[in-house]
């Protein structure tokens, strides 16, 4: 026997185990025929709902709630025309935004200060000191103190470039 008859074969025997007169399903038709006999409860109306009033969304251009605050103010630099230095060559620790810093502490050898900080979604730290940048806004720090870290960041301002100081405080 060929293939072909091999399909044909199991084709006839499934085809014929299907067959409705070989089996009894006489129960099955009476349950079905009882249930429909039986009457019908009906549903209550669904209450209406009363129309609501329509909101403007007013806080499009505020702060995202679901960013970290962050202190800063915003340096006025006409005088001085600041400009940030892009052949510089940039750290690690340049590539996140600064609500993503968490300060976990600081340590001081003299007039030195350093701080330690770790990125929100990492378990490692780094140790940071003046004069190091962070931040993707060309973040160089200014001062650490025990409970901060201060930031000036430079930051585009229509066709310039302005200052904006920043605060990394201390979390628990």
């Known amino acids: 026997m060929n293939f072909k008859n091999y399909i044909f074969l199991v084709i006839a025997i499934l085809v014929t185990g299907c067959n409705s007169s070989n089996s009894n399903h006489d129960?099955?038709?009476?349950?079905l025929k009882q249930v429909d006999s039986l009457p019908s409860e009906s549903v209550d109306e669904i209450e209406k709902l009363a129309p609501t009033q329509k909101k403007q969304y007013t806080?499009?251009?505020?702060?995202?709630?679901?960013?970290?605050?962050l202190n800063y103010t915003i340096l006025d630099n006409d005088k001085n025309k600041v400009t940030p230095d892009?052949?510089?060559?940039?750290?690690?620790?340049?590539?996140?935004?600064l609500t993503t810093f968490v300060m976990l502490g600081s340590l001081s050898n003299n007039d030195e200060h350093w701080a330690l900080v770790k990125l929100n979604n990492e378990s490692r730290v780094y140790s940071v000191t003046t004069g190091d940048y962070?931040?993707?806004?060309?973040?160089?720090?200014?001062?650490i103190d025990d409970y901060e870290?201060?930031?000036?960041?430079?930051?585009?301002?229509g066709k310039s470039w302005t200052e904006r100081n920043s605060v990394i405080n201390f979390k628990k």
Do not use: W, Y
């Not at 806080?59 to 605050?69: E, T």
């Open 59 to 69: 806080s499009i251009k505020k702060r995202s709630p679901f960013a970290d605050p």
């Open 149 to 157: 870290i201060h930031v000036t960041e430079i930051i585009p301002l």
């Open 134 to 143: 962070l931040g993707k806004n060309h973040g160089r720090i200014t001062k």
């Open 86 to 97: 892009f052949n510089r060559k940039k750290s690690k620790l340049e590539n996140f935004d």
């Open 27 to 31: 129960d099955l038709a009476a349950f």
